[in-house]
């Protein structure tokens, strides 16, 4: 393993890396456009120059030394670029030197000769690497008093990306991220010098399922989202960690959020998961049904129509219709969009206050979103955590496959379902009609939740804390984005600036607060009308019993998985090794 | 410590506690203002009428098209959290401008940093400083309100310009 130097700092590193990769891996930062861990190296921002040398040899070989003992390091007479220099024994670095950081200010002089310098209009201000550059590392001020060449400013390059011309620094991260990421090679330079653009291919779109990732890792404003566009400045929106629920992946995302919306879903670095990337799938398409056409209280039908109640209410309500079937005439639907505290807790309830065995869950299985890369084939989030923890009937339960029959011939007479959509299964759904009693643990007002008799205002992945079991065994770790009536105390700092500090009569603060609970909380209220007390408080409870009721959950806490960055299911003692995640740069809000 | 002894020299004397000849003295300084200019302004029949200089009313400057891009900069800095920006996409050649913009007066500390932060130079103190509302609802100002034409805003501009 070689030895080198960094600004003074002994580094012992692996043969073959760069210089800017020892750097980072040892918490170190080299300035630097164009270079990103997961795409090959192409040099051509000219940030990373940095001073490298190496010790002096005598003709025999051996390295002379100075008086103290020290070895006499002879440079290199022009900088070199880190990012495409590969470490030798004994290399010396110097990254904050004069003549360095001459050499970054000049290239940031010349990185900014032709942008335009539109930050107030631009989405990407405030997350800016070119603009956090420009405070850290430039002088502030341009020489360059000629006209700046302009560009068009407004191209569209498919279905979701805006691309501005005239802010692109020319770094080519979008060129080797359609190569050698997404696989689809359409984008490339055209012209030379100043004049040297980014253009598509005649004819072609970038439209690949991946296209999205281009955003977060332009390094400036140049490439936009068209979803996004505008809605939001960065600094006024609260990012909390989450896992994106559109397929069994388990993406680690951040969720964005102003004035208790979700506006924006971006990717979260995770090396053993999805490292820098997400699908555009999970970023679109799971982010409106939370803020839209939700169940914001509890209901209860009365006369063909659903009537908003009380929880005590709804409670009561249940309790009582409940207690109308005998055990076995009741089905528990757990699912797979849930964290594995609510289907816990589901499980939990019908095994031990309903006394049934009839517990299953739908899955969704949709082999054509499976693709190569990050989409598998499992579209819930959770179903692996599920029937871990119990969503599985047992030996004379009834199976979702047997559901139909069943409830045809009357065996099952009612349906507790902690989930809204079951549209895949339409024969169920026409059956339903039939149903004595339908309880639901409703998000969103769905077809299915129409037809219910009872219905409970769940939480959705956003607003609650808990855990998914992604499809390669691994348990990660989400916390809530948004408020609502229950968390709002937990949310605390953690909501948007407005949010946080907006009062009674701010006219940002009137939205209601949505009066939903989490799945457990639901099912820990409703066992306390059957007389069956459990002492829950948080989240954090539920899962310090599963990890000691299920052996493949033990030694697990939701800060280990936090500082793990997830953990594999019976693996808890043995997690992957931590290493610094790459953060193309730092001043981001939150 | 100084503290005064109630000595014989300390008392008043007999015309001192009879007080007339101070009143006398008071009335004669009454009656020399009497003939002295006057400075009361006889407000709201009477408007004053400030320098460039004064902090009224933030407004937003209304050129043919609109000036503000709706960055949010103002927003940002405002400390007492009183402005409110949307910004949303047009055709035009700015890109963005705001669909809603809203300035709670009940918040506004008049401190002027909305204006200094403007890039576009969009939002200024205007020389507005007749503030009645009725309800906290009509404090709030939308678009409406707050666009004033720019020739009357001619003034803080030239103002402004003096300091830049």
């Given at each position: 393993m070689p030895n080198i130097v960094i600004d003074g700092q002994k580094i012992e590193t692996a043969a073959g890396k760069t210089v800017i990769e020892a750097a980072y891996e040892n918490g170190m930062q080299i300035t630097h456009f164009?270079?990103?861990?997961e795409l090959s190296i192409?040099?051509?921002?000219?940030?990373?120059l940095v001073e490298i040398g190496m010790p002096k040899r005598m003709p025999d070989g051996s390295i002379q030394n100075d008086n103290e003992g020290n070895p006499v390091i002879s440079y290199f007479p022009k900088l070199q670029i880190a990012c495409a220099t590969t470490i030798a024994e004994g290399m010396h670095i110097n990254t904050k030197k004069d003549n360095v950081v001459k050499a970054q200010e000049a290239v940031m002089e010349f990185l900014l000769?032709?942008?335009?310098?539109?930050c107030p209009i631009?989405?990407?201000?405030?997350?800016?690497k070119l603009q956090e550059y420009g405070y850290k590392?430039?002088?502030?001020?341009?020489?360059f008093e000629e006209e700046k060449v302009h560009a068009p400013k407004h191209q569209s390059w498919g279905p979701t990306i805006v691309f501005d011309a005239e802010r692109c620094?020319?770094?080519?991260r979008c060129i080797r991220f359609g190569q050698?990421?997404?696989?689809?090679?359409?984008l490339t330079f055209v012209n030379r010098g100043d004049h040297v653009k980014i253009e598509l291919f005649e004819?072609?779109?970038?439209?690949?399922?991946?296209?999205?990732?281009v955003i977060d890792i332009c390094?400036?404003?140049?490439l936009t989202s068209k979803d996004f566009?505008?809605?939001?400045?960065?600094?006024d929106m609260s990012f909390n960690d989450s896992i994106c629920?559109?397929?069994?992946?388990?993406c680690n995302i951040k969720i964005g959020v102003r004035n208790n919306e979700i506006l924006r879903i971006e990717p979260r670095t995770n090396p053993y998961v999805n490292k820098y990337w997400m699908c555009d799938y999970g970023r679109l398409s799971q982010y409106k049904f939370v803020n839209e056409d939700r169940v914001t209280e509890p209901m209860i039908r009365w006369k063909d129509e659903l009537i908003p109640c009380s929880w005590d209410e709804a409670y009561a309500k249940a309790e009582e219709s409940l207690k109308k079937?005998?055990?076995?005439e009741i089905m528990f639907i757990g699912s797979g969009r849930t964290a594995n505290e609510g289907n816990y807790i589901l499980s939990k309830f019908a095994m031990?206050?309903?006394?049934?065995?009839n517990i299953d869950l739908f899955s969704d299985i949709d082999?054509?979103?499976?693709?190569?890369?990050?989409?598998?084939?499992?579209?819930?989030?959770?179903c692996r955590g599920a029937v871990e923890v119990g969503i599985i009937p047992e030996k004379n339960g009834v199976k979702v496959q047997n559901l139909h029959d069943k409830m045809r011939f009357k065996n099952i007479k009612a349906i507790y379902i902690i989930?809204?959509?079951?549209?895949?299964f339409r024969p169920i759904l026409d059956e339903i009609?039939?149903?004595?009693l339908l309880i639901v643990h409703a998000y969103n007002l769905t077809s299915l939740t129409k037809k219910a008799d009872i219905v409970f205002a769940a939480s959705t992945y956003a607003e609650i804390e808990g855990t998914y079991v992604n499809v390669d065994k691994r348990v990660q770790h989400l916390t809530p984005a948004l408020v609502t009536a229950e968390n709002l105390r937990f949310m605390g700092m953690k909501m948007s600036r407005l949010d946080k500090f907006?009062?009674?009569?701010?006219r940002w603060t009137q939205h209601k607060l949505r009066n939903t609970l989490p799945h457990w909380k639901i099912l820990t209220k409703l066992a306390e009308q059957f007389n069956v007390k459990w002492n829950y408080k948080s989240a954090k409870d539920v899962f310090k019993e599963i990890t000691e009721k299920i052996p493949s959950f033990a030694g697990m806490t939701y800060e280990k998985l936090d500082e793990y960055q997830g953990l594999t299911l019976g693996k808890a003692e043995q997690p992957d090794p931590k290493v610094i995640n790459y953060e193309s740069h730092v001043m981001k809000p939150n | 410590m100084n503290i005064t002894k109630n000595t014989e020299n300390d008392r008043m004397n007999f015309w001192e506690k009879i007080y007339l000849p101070e009143i006398a003295r008071g009335m004669g300084l009454t009656l020399k203002q009497v003939f002295k200019p006057k400075f009361t302004r006889q407000y709201p029949e009477e408007v004053w009428n400030p320098e460039g200089s004064y902090r009224g009313r933030p407004v937003l400057v209304k050129e043919e098209?609109?000036?503000?891009?709706?960055?949010?900069l103002c927003s940002r800095v405002c400390p007492a959290l009183a402005i409110e920006v949307q910004a949303s996409e047009t055709?035009?050649?700015?890109e963005r401008y705001p669909v809603k913009f809203e300035i709670n007066m009940l918040r506004?500390?008049?401190?002027?940093f909305c204006e200094e932060v403007c890039p576009e130079e969009a939002i200024v103190m205007s020389k507005d400083y007749h503030l009645v509302f009725q309800s906290q609802e009509e404090a709030i100002l939308g678009k409406d309100k707050l666009e004033v034409p720019i020739a009357k805003l001619q003034d803080r501009l030239e103002f402004l310009r003096q300091y830049r």
């Open positions: 164009c270079w990103h861990p192409s040099g051509n921002c000219r940030m990373c000769i032709n942008h335009p310098l539109d631009c989405d990407e201000a405030g997350q800016c590392y430039s002088k502030g001020e341009s020489r620094i020319k770094c080519s050698e990421v997404a696989k689809q090679d359409v004819g072609t779109q970038f439209d690949n399922p991946y296209s999205m990732n390094p400036v404003g140049a566009r505008f809605k939001s400045r960065v600094w629920p559109g397929c069994a992946r388990g079937f005998m055990p076995e031990e206050v309903i006394k049934s065995e082999e054509s979103f499976k693709d190569d890369f990050l989409k598998v084939s499992d579209k819930k989030p959770n989930t809204d959509q079951i549209v895949q009609d039939d149903l004595e907006g009062a009674s009569n701010d | 098209g609109e000036r503000c891009v709706a960055c949010g055709e035009k050649d700015k506004c500390i008049f401190c002027g």
